[in-house]
């Protein structure tokens, strides 16, 4: 496995800090595969849930070429969904995760979150009851530059939500640009105002989270995340209080740390 060139434990949330990003990719994927590997010792069906950014890329790579997986007891989740793009867009988060890793592998089931239902609220239900019927293994984060994590933006995350999958309204503007920075649209307009999202209670659901944060750009909300008030005006902050959380970085986004 890659070595880390930098460990430190911040409240409760572990972190690794490696040479590049690719090292990341390479012992984030390998860390997620033996802890697969480990649960699928103990239960049959194994739930996971998965970020959907350029940000995970290297994670997935190096988890789907791992080998002593059943993927056939295991169902697979994604964490949010844009509302309003036409069926198969290639923006989609679900066609995302479809084109980079679950048409690649024998899953046992995919659930996706439909962004093109006349019904946003019921589509909401019928996936919060999915989730409580398939309690997670294993989360897959990401953190947004704004401090999201799934569609959790400052001013509408809640760590006590009573929910756990809703609508946000209003995407934060920093979250929608983050989108054209990472080369999904074109421009700032092209990007959908609205997405469901899994809430902070959902995510923390999960029995681990690995989460995956290369790249500099994301160097300045890592120094907030793991030096500032844990608060919902970064809500990725929460994580330093999950009990089994593991914060993968690479060189450039713990260059101020």
């Keep these: 496995m890659e070595a880390p060139i930098r460990e430190l434990k911040v409240d409760r949330l572990n972190v ?43 994670t997935l790579d190096a988890l789907r070429q791992e080998p002593g997986i059943d993927w056939g007891r295991i169902d697979a989740f994604h964490m949010d969904e844009y509302l309003g793009l036409p069926p198969g867009a290639p923006q989609s988060f679900g066609r995302y995760l479809k084109d980079l890793l679950f048409d690649g592998l024998p899953f046992h089931r995919v659930h996706y979150l439909d962004g093109s239902a006349a019904d946003a609220a019921a589509e909401c239900e019928r996936y919060a009851r999915l989730l409580r019927e398939h309690p997670f293994g294993l989360a897959f984060l990401g953190i947004g530059e704004n401090g999201h994590l799934a569609f959790n933006d400052p001013g509408i995350a809640d760590f006590q939500d009573p929910l756990w999958v809703k609508v946000n309204e209003r995407l934060d503007a920093a979250c929608r640009q983050q989108q054209v920075n990472d080369g999904q649209f074109r421009t700032l307009a092209e990007v959908p105002t609205r997405a469901i999202t899994l809430t902070i209670p959902a995510l923390f659901s999960a029995r681990g989270a690995l989460v995956a944060v290369p790249g500099g750009r994301k160097k300045d909300i890592v120094r907030r995340t793991l030096s500032g008030p844990i608060d919902t005006s970064c809500p990725a902050t929460i994580l330093r209080r999950h009990a089994n959380a593991c914060l993968f970085l690479d060189r450039e986004s713990a260059a101020l740390l």
């Design 16 to 58: 690794k800090v490696f040479a590049d990003r690719a090292a990341l990719g390479r012992a984030a994927g390998l860390a997620a595969a033996a802890r697969i590997r480990a649960m699928q010792q103990e239960r049959g069906l194994l739930n996971l849930l998965f970020a959907a950014a350029p940000s995970q890329g290297e």
